[in-house]
């Protein structure tokens, strides 16, 4: 079965640092999200993404995120200046059309110094 | 009111036992219902849609109230394996379709 892939599984950035989180969405999917997990809270959304732009964002996503979609397979998050409370699991997910679901990759725990 | 609502627990049931969970809505014109469930820091992964008309999928049942807002979803006869946290998912209507998620009703089944 198709599957979203995140790498890297983990990373550690020190304060201040950008980072970049890759994302390879199931190839026939058309709408691409990420979210956001911070241990033991809820899912949150932070962007939507669709024809090559975004349509919908969260307050949580500001000026500090993008996200880009450079060739026709990978899908990233860019954190321009993390700060400590940056530090949660990024989920990537995708969907073919409207009503449904959504598909998630196994994510990538950020863990800022 | 919160978007998407839901009881966090925990629910301890034993092994065997049938337990229902439930999500309210506060969005009228929201239009895609789903279950996820999640394990311990791992991604969700969808359980099941929840269509109007009622679903099942072998022990797993969910329902749709569209009048009074709400979701719910039946176990029977809980497995061991069925220890995770539950989501709730709402999406509004439109074609980006805002995708909200509940805080989740986490079940633990004992032996």
């Known amino acids: 079965e198709p599957e979203v892939t995140q790498t890297p599984s983990h990373q550690v950035t020190q304060m201040g640092q950008e980072v970049i989180l890759r994302c390879v969405p199931i190839?026939?999917?058309?709408?691409f999200y990420w979210y956001r997990q911070i241990l033991g809270q809820k899912v949150e959304f932070l962007v939507s993404?669709?024809?090559?732009?975004?349509?919908?964002k969260s307050e949580i996503f500001d000026d500090q995120f993008s996200v880009e979609r450079p060739d026709g397979s990978n899908f990233t998050l860019k954190i321009r200046s993390t700060k400590l409370e940056d530090s949660a699991m990024y989920f990537c997910?995708?969907?073919?059309?409207?009503?449904?679901?959504?598909?998630f990759g196994d994510g990538t725990r950020l863990s800022i110094l | 009111r919160k978007e998407v609502e839901q009881d966090p627990g925990p629910f301890n049931v034993p092994e065997g036992a049938t337990v229902a969970f439930n999500c309210t809505y506060s969005?009228?014109?929201?239009?895609?219902f789903f279950w996820y469930r999640q394990d311990c820091r791992k991604e969700p992964k969808l359980l099941m849609s929840?269509?109007?008309s009622g679903n099942e999928d072998g022990r797993f049942t969910a329902q749709l109230n569209r009048a009074s807002q709400y979701i719910s979803l039946l176990i029977r006869d809980s497995k061991l394996s069925d220890s995770a946290t539950y989501l709730c998912?709402?999406?509004?209507?439109?074609?980006?379709?805002?995708?909200?998620f509940g805080i989740g009703t986490k079940l633990q089944v004992i032996p």
């Open positions: 190839s026939n999917h058309l709408y």
């Open positions: 929840v269509y109007s």
């Open positions: 993404f669709y024809n090559n732009e975004i349509s919908e």
């Open positions: 997910a995708s969907r073919t059309r409207s009503n449904q679901p959504q598909h």
């Open positions: 998912v709402v999406t509004s209507s439109g074609g980006y379709q805002k995708v909200t």
């Open positions: 969005n009228s014109a929201s239009q895609s």
